[in-house]
């Protein structure tokens, strides 16, 4: 763990480095077209993406897809991860809200910097969000919690509480996790985002695009936990509170195909794990790792739909065009 945060020292050093030589825009709307200084400071670097582009399926400028009436939501995408294969996109470059969604990149980072044994301990900041609705797992502060509980947490339950707990962590403060979240989405290619907190609660300056999250959910496959971890139906998580006591917490998943709530639309579709978010500006999005009779490995991503039902619907359908391709 004292290796991985001094290299987390180091990028952060060098993330501020760049960013601090940059002319910066003046940004006031989500959605407008400048460009960001996270992306600029990436300009002329040698990247990930540059070494593992033959691992990714790209969506050439000649390549076009005919528009479903079944696929309405404001973004889509399904990706043969197996062959590196685009089967349906659509509007899969458009900057849409991401809602928990940027819990992945959350992740990515943990499971890059953080070890699974960490000990973390709940801070003010992580029980007190400043969105009271927000879906939080009932962590106390002062409790002691590992860090592959709290990813659990996050990725099963979509506890907000949990991203707070593991950015601060990591990056001792959430500001300092959120500029290497950043970094980490630039080196990715993830280009098209620009994320300001862990846990997807709504701000108008945060925003991803389908293709991004499917970078993101693609690098995180190659991580054993989060395949697991996806896979579950629920979880039970064990931790102490600040006094040693030993605590116990169960949560059930946020994927209704995991749950047997939602079904596909074919028998020869296995679901193996995914999240899903909503916010009322985001609508409700999903992003799923699934394969078909040829043990042939999809992700399918769909943002921005109007509605959880719709949601599932969408999702069902997008995910038939897999079937024993």
Known sequence: MQMKKALLLIVLLGFSFFSGCQKKSDIFLAFTENTLDVQESMDNQITEADF?????AVISD??????DENLEAGSVLLVDVTNNDVIYANSAYERVYPASLVKLLTSLVALEYGELTDNVSISSNAVNLSESRA?????KEGDNVSMETLLN??????????AVAIAEHIGVTEDEFVALMNKKAGQIGAT???????HGLHDDMQYTTAYDMYLIFNKLL?????????????????????????KSKSFKSTNLYLTGEATVQSD???????????TKKSGSCMILLCKNGNNTEYIAVILNASSNNSL????SYLLSLSSSR
């Open 268 to 278: 020869d579709i296995e679901i193996i794990g995914g999240i899903s978010g909503s």
């Open 222 to 246: 190659k991580y054993d936990t989060f395949r697991s971890i996806i896979n579950k139906e629920s979880y039970e998580a064990k931790y102490s509170d600040k006094n040693g006591n030993e």
């Open 192 to 198: 098209g985002s620009n994320f300001v907190n862990s």
């Open 52 to 56: 593992f582009a033959k691992d990714i």
């Open 135 to 139: 879906k939080v797992c009932g962590f």
């Open 312 to 315: 599932y619907s969408q999702m």
């Open 62 to 67: 000649n390549e076009t897809f005919e528009a």
């Open 153 to 162: 947490c996050l990725l099963v339950y979509s506890g907000n509480d949990a």
